[in-house]
């Protein structure tokens, strides 16, 4: 009965995240076009003026001023990928990425659908600054692809979305490793120590009990994240660190949690009420050690998800798209297309993350180490690998990193855009046909 409603309640939660990540897609795609119309419009110089526009704040002698592009990129974004951490910890915890039987298909696809792309690109881009993009093909955007996936409304089985998301999750792992490790330059020694000096304070505070949201998102961001900025190691890595710290267990466990429950629902019951609108002060204590009493049966990861999650979604990548797809179109397209950058990123995203994906996946189920999910087909599984294609968020903010030419800044975000374009309508069209054959079978 207890694994029953467990399993209930899991499927609600998927449900509920799933609902949100799709919405959220639509938030993007509109932010995408009002960027880029507004980049091609008569006030485009107030656009790029408005990016740059010097925002800080000083405190004695300390200083610290950034343009608002990179107070987006490098600040908002690391709310992004604390998110991400959160959502991977809680994933290995207890969810898809617990139990290595269901983990090891969506793990093994997404390792190919990072593999292949990035040696595709380096065929392109074997030397000079260019070659530096090759992390630019290797990104899946969770948020558009599950978009794209809510299309076919209730036509495709739920697994479907399960091998998605935590497919798109481990991508994005594999993400932060790359930026970690490969776009990170100028290390200042001293700055790295404080911010890990920070990260073991939260640590310490995860194995003495401190359960309070505020204590890590203080410390994570004015301690972790401010030392990482200074450092030259990437802010955004702070955020998955933060993540890592977080308590994911709850303080009491459920049966305590119901004994509690029913005991105070009883004394709320046999309290004496007053007349009017307001509470006696019994019944007011009562209430408090309610909430007192959910708040212990909650695992603060969870909690800081939740209340990251539309902040995330609907603020944060929003404005992350608004400040970089904001492309001017000029000069020959087609000629920045089919450029060493362009192709390698265009042909990355499209057929790379297609071949990885697909071939990964085949490979492992011929080799009996992984299964298809329920109800799941390979056509859908083909059609899932060109979704993996569209690469936007994760693509860009790599793209910033990898160069300082702005003419390969340019061609890699319009390959970006026309790549993840091309993937969305490929695997929409497949996964339509596949849903239409699911119909007629059932």
């Known amino acids: 009965m207890l694994k029953n409603r467990s399993n209930i309640g899991i499927r609600k939660f998927f449900g509920h995240y799933a609902k949100g990540l799709n919405n959220s897609g639509v938030v993007l795609f509109v932010t995408v076009v009002i960027a880029m119309v507004w980049a091609n419009s008569p006030w485009k110089e107030f656009y790029t003026g408005f990016m740059q526009t010097d925002i800080g704040f000083y405190i004695a002698d300390f200083r610290l001023s950034e343009p608002l592009l990179l107070w987006i990129n490098d600040g908002l974004m690391a709310l992004f990928f604390l998110q991400v951490g959160l959502e991977l910890k809680r994933e290995i915890l207890g969810g898809k990425l617990s139990s290595p039987k269901n983990a090891v298909l969506p793990i093994g696809a997404a390792i190919g659908g990072m593999v292949i792309p990035a040696f595709i690109y380096y065929l392109f881009n074997g030397s000079g600054e260019a070659s530096q993009g090759w992390g630019i093909p290797m990104a899946t955007d969770i948020a558009f692809s599950l978009g794209v996936l809510a299309l076919m409304g209730k036509r495709l089985p739920t697994a479907l979305r399960v091998f998605l998301v935590t497919l798109a999750i481990v991508d994005d792992l ?136 539309p902040l995330v979604s609907f603020i944060i990548l929003p404005l992350f798209a608004l400040a970089n797809a904001g492309i001017h179109l000029h000069g020959d397209l087609l000629k920045v297309l089919t450029g060493p950058v362009g192709l390698g990123i265009s042909l990355g995203l499209i057929f790379g993350k297609f071949i990885g994906i697909a071939a990964f996946s085949r490979i492992l189920v011929a080799l009996k180490l992984a299964k298809l999910p329920e109800n799941v087909s390979w056509n859908m599984i083909y059609g899932t690998a060109f979704l993996g294609g569209i690469g936007f968020t994760m693509s860009l903010f790599i793209n910033e990193l990898a160069f300082s030419d702005e003419s390969l800044i340019f061609a890699a975000k319009v390959s970006i855009l026309f790549a993840s374009l091309i993937s969305g309508i490929v695997g929409a069209i497949l996964l339509y046909k596949s849903s239409k054959k699911l119909i007629t079978i059932k």
């Open 174 to 309: 594999g993400g932060v490793l790359v930026i970690a490790l490969f776009y990170t330059s100028g290390i200042s020694g001293m700055d790295l120590l404080h911010g890990l000096l920070f990260f073991g304070l939260l640590i310490i505070g995860n194995f003495a009990g401190v359960r309070s949201t505020w204590f890590y998102a203080i410390i994570g961001i004015g301690g972790v994240w401010l030392a990482f900025f200074f450092s030259g190691v990437h802010p955004t890595i702070a955020g998955i660190l933060t993540a890592v710290a977080i308590p994911g267990r709850v303080k009491i466990k459920e049966g305590t949690f119901l004994k509690r429950l029913d005991a105070l629902h009883k004394r709320f019951q046999e309290s004496k009420s007053i007349k009017g609108t307001l509470i006696s002060n019994q019944q007011l204590e009562i209430l408090e050690d309610i909430k007192t009493t959910s708040s212990e049966a909650e695992t603060p990861l969870q909690k800081l998800e939740k209340a990251l999650h």
